[in-house]
């Protein structure tokens, strides 16, 4: 019979027994996504470290574990904020595949959601909007962009509340099966999390993304074309310079998304060139990027028309 004020104890731990860091790391694979982070992500080092610093823990964890040691499920639900086109998206899926092999979630796929996935138009229609979003998330991450939208001060009967009230929910009976990250610029964010101090107390990790350096948006682009089999020739590097310099100045400047769409129609100019002058061509050609499949944007004469389409709202 147990004595009364007797605490159980804990299990035996044997304090000598080696475990190899290296070798749990190797084996869940988690050091090749990070050595993929940082091989296809230019920049971004605050947010790297803070990833590796989440993948450190739960490597640890995992060993407490496995030696005896008293552990608990850890919140992993997150939060990224940051411009557009800073790498919020790609960096969740990347996490997604951690906390997989790390065996904190069942599958690591990613689910990216917004307001129009959640909020119903009428009473009644939001929760079943947002039990199936929750539902196909399960086992992964939730990835919400612009989160803030969800919190509409401004309109009495807007139900966006009430999806968040589901979402807090969800985050705390499937702590063990779900992560969420909630994303959006950093201003919004933080009254969005002061709308509902339940929500904040439940996001662990905070990871905020910071606008790419100009230098840093020009590597992006040389990665980019080079990864899809063209290159710039000098002048052609030259004027992309110049581009990416002018198109910072602009509205709705999206970082490495306007650059991806930029190159996206400097891709188009460059086909456009080609089919005209017809004839043969050495093969180099296409892949070779001139300076006027450059220069023909309307960035050099005026505000890139299309450009800020898709790329956020400030």
């Known amino acids: 019979m147990k004595e ?13 027994r080696l475990v190899d860091l290296d070798e749990v790391l190797t084996g869940a694979g988690v050091g090749d996504i990070l050595a993929e982070l940082d091989a296809e992500f230019i920049g971004l080092a605050p947010v790297k470290r803070r990833v590796r610093e ?12 496995s030696v005896g040691l008293q552990s608990q499920v850890p919140t992993l639900h997150m939060s990224f904020t940051g411009s557009p086109g800073t790498g919020k998206t790609s960096v969740a899926l990347r996490m ?30 939001t929760a079943p909007k947002t039990k199936e979003v929750i539902k196909r998330a399960m086992g992964g991450v939730l990835f919400i962009d612009e989160a803030y939208s969800l919190y509409r001060p401004e309109s009495e ?14 985050m705390e009976d499937y702590r063990n099966d779900l992560v969420v990250i909630f994303a959006g610029y950093r201003e919004r964010m933080e009254t969005f999390f002061a709308s509902n101090p339940g929500l904040r107390s439940r ?70 060139r080609l089919v005209a002058a017809g004839g043969k061509i050495r093969s ?18 005026g505000p890139e028309a299309g450009e800020s389409q898709g790329s956020g709202k400030p």
């Open 4 to 16: 009364e004020g007797k605490q159980p104890q804990a299990a035996a731990v044997d304090r000598e």
């Open 96 to 125: 997604g595949k951690i906390l997989h092999r790390l065996g904190y979630v069942r599958k690591g796929h990613l689910v990216v959601a917004g307001r129009d996935d959640l909020v119903g138009q009428y009473v009644g229609h």
């Open 284 to 301: 180099e050609e296409l892949m070779r990027i001139d300076a006027s499949d450059i220069r023909q944007s309307r960035v050099f004469t």
């Open 157 to 170: 009967r807007d139900y966006g509340l009430e999806a968040v009230a589901i979402l807090l929910q969800a």
């Open 203 to 272: 996001i662990a990790h905070h990871i905020d993304f910071p606008d790419y350096s100009f230098e840093e948006l020009v590597s992006i682009g040389d990665l980019m074309v080079r990864s899809q089999g063209y290159f710039f020739d000098p002048p052609a590097q030259e004027a992309f310079r110049e581009y990416l310099a002018l198109r910072r100045k602009q509205p709705l400047f999206a970082n490495a998304r306007s650059v991806r769409n930029a190159i996206d129609r400097i891709k188009l100019r460059q086909a456009a």
């Open 54 to 65: 989440v993948a450190d823990f739960l490597l640890v964890e995992r060993l407490r574990i």
